[in-house]
């Protein structure tokens, strides 16, 4: 006598039930899914800003610091960037896969899972870079928000552009990542691995993600950050003599400084991001559940 056998009916259940749930997330509105991504957006922010001061000070060549008056400095231009851009992100994903799918229901590939947040990442630069050149000054001189602002202007308006295309690359690979890829990677780990616990799939899926995602852009990402942090043009002038005088001073390892601390982010961020879009969605807007 063998026993009930419980265990092979409950994990068939609980996959049915997440890919119902994955279904079910299309049908949020596009304000709904703006609504996500703005509280995604503040909790990622707020629990990661340390890592992302340090991401930067390794690229420029600034001192280590513990500080929290420090390491926090931009956190309101911050916050404001993160929040509009990950509400920018999550409705123009929404708006992609649904153009993607003519409004029908249907289980998207993992093609059409990257490919629209790849599309809604980049389209997100013309938000993103203006307010990243904000915090990188701010943490570069430890000025105000106004006198930053000021500052920049002063210096030229062409300068608002500075790093616009590196970021459109770095936020369309990130956004394929924390979007599209660690969300196919859970889904494609639970359903392989049914009795697994669903935080466990999320962990392995935004390590993956998150590595991928960091890898693949960092070096954008280095460009934007020293093209930023230079709206002097002492230094660094454009894309390309950027480029050239980092791989002079350091090789390709020169594109890849601060990449730790930006991978340790990303991993937290895209668990997080995952998390609150799995969860939250259906305590927000259970009617369309």
Not at 7 to 21: D, I, K
Not at 114 to 139: D, R
Not at 189 to 202: A, K
């Amino acid at each position: 006598f063998s026993g009930p056998r419980r265990t092979p009916s409950l994990s068939l259940r609980n996959s049915s039930v997440r890919e119902t749930g994955r279904r079910r997330m299309q049908n949020l509105t596009e304000l709904e899914n703006m609504t996500i991504g703005g509280i995604g957006g503040l909790v990622e922010v707020t629990v990661m800003q340390s890592t992302n001061y340090w991401k930067n000070a390794r690229q420029q060549g600034l001192p280590f610091s513990l500080d929290p008056r420090v390491t926090y400095r931009g956190y309101p231009s911050n916050c404001l960037n993160v929040v509009s851009v990950t509400v920018w992100q999550f409705a123009a994903n929404g708006f992609i896969k649904k153009m993607i799918t003519g409004g029908k229901q249907r289980e998207f590939t993992a093609a059409e899972e990257i490919g629209a947040a790849l599309g809604a990442g980049m389209s997100s630069a013309f938000i993103c870079s203006p307010l990243e050149l904000i915090m990188v000054q701010q943490q570069r001189k430890g000025a105000s928000l106004a006198s930053t602002i000021g500052s920049i202007t002063n210096s030229g308006l062409i300068n608002w552009g500075r790093g616009l295309w590196m970021t459109a690359m770095r936020e369309g690979v990130y956004t394929a990542g924390y979007l599209g890829v660690t969300p196919v990677i859970r889904s494609e780990v639970s359903s392989r691995f049914p009795t697994w616990n669903e935080e466990l799939c999320r962990i392995i899926a935004s390590i993956c993600g998150g590595a991928i995602s960091c890898y693949l852009s960092h070096p954008t990402d280095t460009i934007k950050t020293c093209l930023q942090g230079d709206v002097e043009r002492k230094r660094f002038t454009n894309h390309a003599s950027t480029a050239s005088a980092l791989y002079k001073e350091g090789g390709i390892a020169a594109f890849y400084r601060g990449a730790p601390w930006r991978l340790f982010r990303q991993i937290g961020g895209m668990f997080l991001m995952d998390k609150i879009r799995v969860t939250v969605s259906p305590l927000l807007f259970p009617h369309r559940f």
